[in-house]
């Protein structure tokens, strides 16, 4: 199985944390978010990760190297200084990642997930794990509806940044700058989406804010 984590952003919202550190390599309860990420992917089964680079992206390079601490084989995707976006960054990535579904997961989000042993339907392009619309957010991204990923006008739940893509969903798309979200809205309006809610540990680490709240909550630490 291959797995993609998304890494290359600036995290500006975490400024001054990030100016001299990629916020993959942000530290909750000691441990790197990225670090964090790799290792439950090899408990996953995964064996390939693809690692797309942007700010300070050589550091992350020197960190994790080619992933055989984790029992992984990381293989990286530079971008530097042509950021390609959520969409972008996987479609340049996708000769690495396969013809059979991939993982792809948000550097900057803290969660226990653990991957799923489950085959995408016939009829789905994706998969996304929705989480419980966090209080200071003003509304949710999606619906969750029989299974399946549904726009709505006051959608219940919020995208988590982990999902399971078959390649041919972003395989006609241009090499450019581009966000994964017009894709996701247009195939959960066709019903090409599958879902599933997880209601365990999982925050959006954007601020320096919500990073201190994390680890207070979480981890005993302030």
């Known amino acids: 199985m291959i797995a993609m984590i998304l890494a290359a952003g600036r995290g500006e919202r975490l400024q001054p944390i990030t100016d001299n550190v990629p916020k993959s390599l942000v530290e909750v309860g000691g441990i790197s978010l990225l670090e964090r990420h790799l290792s439950a992917l090899a408990d996953a089964g ?28 990381v293989c990286y995707s530079p971008e530097y200084e042509r950021i390609l976006e959520t969409g972008g960054g996987i479609r340049r990535a996708l000769p690495m990642l396969g013809r059979d579904p991939f993982w792809v997961l948000n550097a900057d989000v803290y969660t226990d997930f653990s991957l799923p042993c489950f085959e995408l339907p016939d009829d789905c392009f994706g998969h996304l794990v929705l989480v419980p619309t966090p209080k200071d957010k003003a509304r949710g991204d999606f619906d969750l509806i029989d299974g ?7 959608p219940a739940h919020t995208f988590s940044g982990i999902a399971c893509y078959r390649p041919e969903f972003l395989e006609q798309q241009v090499v450019e700058r581009f966000s994964i979200v017009p ?5 959960a309006d066709l ?15 954007g601020t320096p804010e919500k990073l201190h709240d994390i680890n207070r909550r979480w981890f005993d630490r302030t």
């Open 183 to 187: 894709l996701l809205r247009r195939a």
């Open 148 to 154: 399946k990923i549904r726009n709505g006008n006051a």
């Open 46 to 73: 995964v064996s390939t990760v693809i690692i797309n680079l942007g700010w300070l992206g050589e550091q992350i390079v020197e960190r994790i190297g080619s992933g055989n601490r984790f029992g992984l084989q």
């Open 191 to 205: 019903g090409q989406l599958s879902g599933a809610l997880y209601e365990g540990q999982w925050a959006d680490v």
